[in-house]
């Protein structure tokens, strides 16, 4: 199965500063014939289930703040969050739907400083 | 609006079988493969097992971890899916979540989750 780590395991940011998540595949998630990256990013806050953040390692989903990014392509991807909310603590994580088994990244837990 | 409601978590001891329902709305339920991804305590997502859609023939695939041991069903009149557990392990101790895929892709839609608890 591929391996997706993630780092670093956490993170505290001031509100208002840039945080940045990394996520690295262990076989490239990109694929040549559409040139897509099958890489996706989730936040999960605590006793809820994971919600789709990113899709194609850069496609915001709809009705998500533009102050969340991702990019990256091949096996080096990064989430970035521009200017840290106070509702953005959670613990994000990565997942890449290229191969037959979907694998996750261990999660990275976003808190505030 | 997408709505997934999971059901039939509880607890069982090792060895023992439970069936978890999931009951799906707001979409063409029949055009979708459907999932079960779960999350043990502390733990990030696993992956458990899919089912395509009639158009490619209800074929399943499953982790590794529960093939053998875990079957995946569905219900397109009923907008259902199905997943059945025997011979569970304490390892199998998760929250587990139906979960929509975004054609053959990534998971657009989860439900809220229901707990499996393995012990003696």
């Known amino acids: 199965d591929i391996v997706m780590t993630q780092s670093p395991d956490s993170l505290a940011v001031s509100l208002g500063e840039r945080a940045t998540i990394n996520c690295k595949s262990s076989?490239?998630?990109?694929?040549?014939?559409?040139?897509?990256?099958?890489l996706a990013w989730y936040q999960q806050k605590p006793g809820q289930p994971p919600k789709l953040l990113i899709y194609?390692?850069?496609t915001r989903e709809s009705g998500v703040p533009d102050r969340f990014s991702g990019s990256g392509s091949g096996t080096d991807f990064t989430l970035t969050i521009s200017s840290l909310q106070a509702e953005d603590v959670a613990i994000y994580y990565c997942?890449?739907?290229?191969?037959?088994?979907?694998?996750f990244g261990g999660g990275t837990k976003v808190e505030i400083k | 609006e997408v709505h997934l409601v999971e059901s039939g978590g509880g607890s069982v001891q090792p060895g023992g079988s439970l069936r978890l329902s999931c009951s799906a709305s707001?979409?063409?339920?029949?055009?979708?493969?459907m999932d079960w991804v779960r999350q043990a305590p502390g733990m990030g997502p696993e992956w458990v097992g899919r089912?395509?859609?009639?158009?490619?023939?209800?074929?399943?695939d499953y982790a590794a971890s529960v093939k053998g041991r875990f079957t995946m069903s569905r219900d397109d009149s009923s907008n259902s899916v199905y997943l059945q557990m025997n011979s569970l392990k304490t390892e199998d101790t998760a929250v587990y979540y139906c979960?929509?895929?975004?054609?053959?892709?990534?998971?657009?839609?989860w439900g809220q989750g229901t707990l499996v608890t393995v012990s003696s």
């Open positions: 979960v929509k895929r975004m054609g053959t892709s990534y998971f657009d839609y």
């Open positions: 089912i395509r859609n009639k158009a490619n023939s209800y074929t399943t």
């Open positions: 707001g979409f063409t339920f029949s055009d979708h493969y």
């Open positions: 194609w390692a850069s």
């Open positions: 997942q890449q739907y290229y191969y037959t088994t979907p694998t």
């Open positions: 076989q490239s998630v990109l694929y040549s014939s559409n040139n897509k990256n099958y």
